[in-house]
């Protein structure tokens, strides 16, 4: 069943007309086809799995944390949009998440959660726990039992375990007894960690996660991206040193790539901009090309642009998963997930500067994607070649519904609050 064509919320028309592309009941039309689609991922055993290429869940790949928070966080989102049945979808998810028995994801042992439940000894990481704090501040915002709690839980973990107040950063891998820590540091799990603490800053009202979310946006790109042409650096030794040549034998790897990402520029882009519209809200944004905090637009609009000069496919069409620091591409493959952040930074660029050149690339790129990854199955193709054809190099199934549904929905929304503190009004 699909949400209702009324939103709850302040929409942005004018921004939406001026884009063109999908119309209101188009994007909120796909939201419900995602999620109903995404169903299929329910594991009976707890928590959710992966789904595979037809849409059925493959029990081969377990029941990752990234999958079963994501999830829970989608289906908060349907919740709030009025779907039948999200709620406990979201209560099952929570279930899951605090579940300590065997099988369970949290670990009452040693704490923190199991990168899978399946796999309790592996090590743990900061990637994972981000999305139990935005898993949390979601089921927060939709008014479900026990999500507050998880969110608080989550909070006081990455506090203790993760957070690097010196670095002004979180740190990377735990082993699972929180003993050993890994000296990687990586940008992937601060990004997502910044999105975390903004959904977090918006379900608690606590500035102080809005704040951490800027010290690492600072670090990794004002600091990092803006000495290498908004090309985002992506690994770090324990000192943060810079490990530019790191996997470069294994350069497709999913969550550690070798070189630059240029999906990560673009979601980085649209993060910038939801954190300088927090501080905005919170009146405390210096206005001005001057004020104190102008870089995060200066730096929005900077990776927006890097990454499609580096990485959009001037023959084919479509966004390159990795490029060299030079900007040459590696894995020339074309991922779901890159051209959603893509299109969602293009919709928040045009509304904050109006300029048409963002309203085009919105277009532009809604083609590819309508083209490419939808195709009649459930979800989107993850992946493809250069040439359009499904491909999995990197990425086999489709477990990823979130980066599509946020996509559906970013441009119907304001920019702050986040999702679903936005969507609960």
């Known amino acids: 069943m699909s949400p209702s064509t009324e939103l709850p919320v302040h929409l942005v028309p004018a921004s939406l007309a001026g884009l063109g592309g999908p119309d209101r009941p188009w994007l909120l039309g796909e939201a419900g086809r995602?999620?109903?689609d995404a169903t299929a991922s329910r594991a009976q055993e707890g928590g959710f799995g992966w789904l595979d290429a037809d849409g059925r869940r493959d029990p081969a790949h377990g029941r990752p944390l990234w999958i079963t928070t994501r999830m829970t966080h989608c289906f908060a989102l349907g919740h709030l949009l009025g779907r039948p049945g999200d709620g406990e979808l979201v209560d099952h998810g929570l279930a899951a998440l605090t579940d300590t028995r065997p099988g369970g994801h949290r670990d009452g042992?040693?704490?923190?959660?199991?990168?899978?439940?399946?796999?309790?000894?592996?090590?743990?990481?900061?990637?994972?726990?981000?999305?139990?704090i935005l898993a949390g501040a979601s089921a927060t915002a939709a008014g479900r039992a026990g999500g507050r709690e998880l969110l608080s839980d989550a909070l006081e973990v990455s506090e203790r375990r993760f957070w690097d107040d010196e670095a002004g950063a979180v740190v990377e891998e735990w082993d699972r007894t929180f003993t050993a820590l890994d000296p990687y540091r990586g940008a992937n799990a601060n990004m997502h960690t910044t999105e975390a603490y903004l959904a977090a800053a918006d379900a608690t009202g606590d500035r102080l996660w809005r704040d951490r979310a800027l010290r690492i946006a600072t670090r990794i790109i004002d600091t990092g991206a803006r000495a290498?042409?908004?090309r985002v650096p992506e690994h770090f030794a324990a000192?943060?040193?810079?490990?530019?040549?790191?996997?470069?034998d294994?350069?497709?790897?999913?969550?550690?790539?070798?070189?630059?990402t240029p999906g990560h520029g673009l979601e980085w882009a649209r993060l910038l901009l939801h954190l300088e519209a927090s501080l905005a809200a919170d009146g405390i944004l210096d206005a001005g090309p001057s004020g104190a905090h102008a870089w995060l637009r200066e730096a929005a609009?900077?990776?927006?642009?890097?990454?499609?000069?580096?990485?959009?496919?001037?023959?084919?069409?479509?966004?390159?998963?990795?490029?060299d620091w030079d900007g040459t591409p590696v894995v020339a493959q074309?991922?779901?997930?890159?051209?959603?952040e893509g299109i969602a930074t293009a919709a928040l660029l045009y509304r904050v500067t109006g300029e048409p050149r963002f309203a085009q690339w919105y277009r532009q790129m809604w083609e590819y994607a309508q083209a490419h990854f939808l195709d009649g199955r459930p979800g989107?193709?993850?992946?493809?070649?250069?040439?359009?054809?499904?491909?999995?190099?990197?990425?086999?199934g489709r477990p990823d519904t979130y980066h599509a549904l946020q996509l559906c929905l970013i441009p119907l929304l304001p920019l702050t609050p986040v999702f679903a503190s936005a969507l609960a009004g």
């Open 228 to 230: 290498r042409a908004w």
């Open 334 to 340: 074309h991922f779901h997930w890159v051209t959603c």
């Open 301 to 323: 609009v900077g990776l927006f642009d890097r990454a499609l000069a580096d990485g959009w496919d001037r023959e084919h069409g479509g966004i390159c998963y990795t490029t």
């Open 380 to 396: 989107w193709q993850m992946e493809v070649d250069p040439d359009g054809a499904p491909s999995a190099v990197t990425w086999d």
């Open 250 to 260: 294994a350069p497709a790897h999913p969550f550690r790539p070798y070189g630059a």
């Open 239 to 248: 000192d943060w040193t810079e490990q530019p040549d790191y996997n470069r």
């Open 109 to 132: 042992e040693h704490g923190g959660w199991f990168t899978d439940p399946d796999d309790p000894d592996a090590p743990k990481g900061a990637y994972g726990h981000a999305f139990v």
């Open 34 to 36: 995602l999620l109903e």
